[in-house]
């Protein structure tokens, strides 16, 4: 079991920048491919990025690529989504998602079996 707290959301004009952290409990932090993904008021989640357990592979939504960048610190724990050139509909509340390794890292949230509150992200125009 794996539980896993987000954080860094918050109000932002567009154009600016946030970061996103989300911090796994339990051990072995560094066995869970793990993911973004992203929820609009009255649309269905969205993916957003993904990263491999050992950090050599990543995947990003094409609406965020280029913008937004993930990464993990395996010795430190949290996984970052570092989120630039926020645009309006950027705005979403973000949860982090994780699976073991030996599942695939995939891009459908059914991919993933622990799954944090989420974080609300606001881009003002």
């Known amino acids: 079991q794996v539980q896993l707290v987000e954080s860094g959301g918050g109000l932002v004009q567009a154009g600016g920048s946030l970061r996103l952290s989300c911090a796994a409990s339990?051990?072995?932090?560094?066995?869970?491919?793990m993911a973004w993904f992203r929820q609009a008021p009255g649309k269905e989640r969205e993916f957003v990025a993904a990263i491999s357990a050992n950090d050599d592979s990543t995947y990003y939504a094409d609406s965020v690529k280029g913008r937004f960048t993930i990464s993990r610190d395996n010795a430190k724990n949290p996984v970052y989504l570092q989120m630039n050139s926020l645009k309006p509909e950027d705005t979403a509340v973000y949860s982090c998602?994780?699976?073991?390794?030996?599942?695939?890292?995939?891009?459908?949230?059914?991919?993933?079996?622990?799954w944090g509150q989420g974080t609300q992200v606001t881009v003002s125009s």
């Open positions: 339990g051990r072995m932090f560094s066995y869970y491919n």
């Open positions: 998602a994780a699976n073991l390794a030996s599942r695939r890292l995939g891009i459908r949230d059914t991919d993933y079996d622990y």
